[in-house]
């Protein structure tokens, strides 16, 4: 399925639900988080340079972005064994969701057509969500880029 940006999920949207298998090997789903703030990040493949670099700033800040009230959750096409291995790697404190069928990364439309080199390929546009207490969309950062999304998202909250 082709996603272009205008089906981008906006500001004041419902949240789409979803219950995905986490890090942990148990299934996550939105409505388990009512009643705080979710940091939503989508990122294209664990262990890459700058997935890896977001990852560690939420993991730096993390104790910032709870005092808010708020949880973060990262999502990518990577199964549950990669993620492991990523949030061991690297000691994330937050939950990585495996969304290798990509319904949520269409629900949210972030898996959109991208270009590398001339070449046009499906793949996930970096993006990151922050929900509110009772599911809805409160800001979207699209396109994001790694250095200063963390500040985006502390000042955001």
């Not at 790694?146 to 909250?157: F, K, Y």
């Given at each position: 399925?082709?996603?272009?940006?205008?089906?981008?999920?906006?500001?004041?949207?419902?949240?789409?639900?979803?219950?995905?298998?986490?890090?942990?090997?148990?299934?996550?789903?939105?409505?388990?988080?009512?009643?705080?703030?979710?940091?939503?990040?989508?990122?294209?493949?664990?262990?890459?340079?700058?997935?890896?670099?977001?990852?560690?700033?939420?993991?730096?800040?993390?104790?910032?972005?709870?005092?808010?009230?708020?949880?973060?959750?990262?999502?990518?096409?990577?199964?549950?064994?990669?993620?492991?291995?990523?949030?061991?790697?690297?000691?994330?404190?937050?939950?990585?969701?495996?969304?290798?069928?990509?319904?949520?990364?269409?629900?949210?439309?972030?898996?959109?057509?991208?270009?590398?080199?001339?070449?046009?390929?499906?793949?996930?546009?970096?993006?990151?969500?922050?929900?509110?207490?009772?599911?809805?969309?409160?800001?979207?950062?699209e396109k994001v880029k790694?250095?200063?999304?963390?500040?985006?998202?502390?000042?955001?909250?």
């Open positions: 399925m082709l996603f272009k940006e205008s089906n981008m999920l906006k500001v004041g949207d419902k949240a789409p639900e979803f219950s995905l298998l986490a890090d942990s090997g148990e299934k996550i789903s939105l409505k388990d988080y009512r009643g705080k703030k979710v940091v939503l990040y989508f990122y294209p493949k664990d262990m890459t340079s700058g997935c890896t670099q977001e990852a560690c700033d939420f993991r730096d800040n993390i104790k910032k972005i709870e005092k808010k009230n708020a949880v973060v959750i990262g999502v990518s096409p990577d199964d549950s064994k990669s993620h492991n291995k990523f949030k061991d790697k690297y000691e994330l404190p937050f939950t990585l969701l495996s969304d290798e069928t990509k319904t949520m990364l269409n629900d949210y439309g972030v898996w959109q057509e991208k270009s590398m080199y001339g070449r046009k390929y499906m793949g996930v546009v970096r993006t990151t969500f922050i929900i509110d207490e009772k599911g809805k969309i409160e800001k979207v950062y790694v250095p200063g999304h963390i500040e985006e998202i502390i000042e955001g909250l």
